[in-house]
Nanobody, 123 residues
Framework: QVQLVESGGGLVQAGGSLRLSCAAS????????MGWFRQAPGKEREFVAT????????IYAAAVKGRFTISRDNTKNAIYLQMNKVKPEDTAVYYC????????????????WGQGTQVTVSS
């Protein structure tokens, strides 16, 4: 079992930056892909980004590509989401998730979730 705890959310103006962190406890972290998802009010949860077990491959949703960067530090059992040039439509609760395998396969292939951190972008 793994516990995931997100932090770093808050209020930011459009065009600004924010860095989310996710701390993982438990042994099954460094050999798994990890990801970020988000859920806006009244909408379904959507995929944001994922990173392979060794950080070698990162995949982004079209809506955030070029603005967000996912990274990980396996020595600290942590992943990060650097959010730049944020837009009001990025407002959502952001969730960290652990993949079921070492590389990303599909948005449904995640087996553990954090509680989420709220990101609000003002216009």
């Amino acid at each position: 079992q793994v516990q995931l705890v997100e932090s770093g959310g808050g209020l930011v103006q459009a065009g600004g930056s924010l860095r989310l962190s996710c701390a993982a406890s438990g042994r099954t972290f460094s050999n798994r892909a990890m990801g970020w998802f988000r859920q806006a009010p009244g909408k379904e949860r959507e995929f944001v980004a994922t990173i392979s077990w060794n950080g070698g491959t990162a995949i982004y949703a079209a809506a955030v590509k070029g603005r967000f960067t996912i990274s990980r530090d396996n020595t600290k059992n942590a992943i990060y989401l650097q959010m730049n040039k944020v837009k009001p439509e990025d407002t959502a609760v952001y969730y960290c998730a652990r993949g079921a395998s070492s590389d990303y396969t599909s948005p449904t292939d995640f087996d553990s979730w954090g509680q989420g951190t709220q990101v609000t972008v003002s216009s």
